[in-house]
């Protein structure tokens, strides 16, 4: 009996913490469909991979959505169905393995990081340097677009660790809920 309520009450949070997963979600999305690449490769190759590890999450999201609702036994709509077959600690293990890679892609995109912020200052500074009006109007367009791709970086950085650790920690109490009760 005791195990039912730890299970419930697990259930419950994860419930909750799929609907902020949801937000961030959105949020990433959002952030994604204004992204812009600037013309400069390093400072692009930073906003890249974190748009990369953005459309992961918003993936991985989704899929934790779906896996969860498959193993509590309702449809996308809250409505219990019976016929669902719920997903085996195997396929969750498998998940997690997906969910880890969305961490790796993170750490990839956050290590690019200076690179990109050093090179967006530095062109801002040359745009500023400039004589010529015509080469510094184009020049400084340019930096003020890097200036936009690095701060993309760091608010969807933001958004992307709290929600792969929150992928993260559900999978692992899903996880863990399954071995303890030995629902295999």
Known sequence: MSLFIVACAA?????SDIQKSRERAA???????DYRPSGSP???AYGNAVKNAAVMAIANSAQLENMYQRQIG????????????????????AFSATVAAEAASIKTATDMLQIAADEAKSMTEGAAKEKNP????????????ATAVVTF???????????????????????????SGKNL
Do not use: R, Y
């Open 74 to 93: 309702e449809t996308e709509d809250g409505v219990t169905d019976v016929t669902i077959t719920k997903p085996t600690l195997d396929e969750w293990i």
């Open 153 to 179: 970086g760091g608010n969807a950085t933001k958004i992307l660790l709290e929600e792969s650790a929150a992928q993260a920690k559900a999978v692992g109490t899903i996880i863990e809920t399954l071995k």
């Open 27 to 33: 949020e990433l999305q959002a952030l994604c469909n």
């Open 42 to 44: 390093s400072v692009d």
């Open 11 to 15: 259930n419950a949070q994860i419930g």
């Open 134 to 145: 015509m080469k510094a109007a184009k020049a400084a367009k340019t930096a003020k677009m």
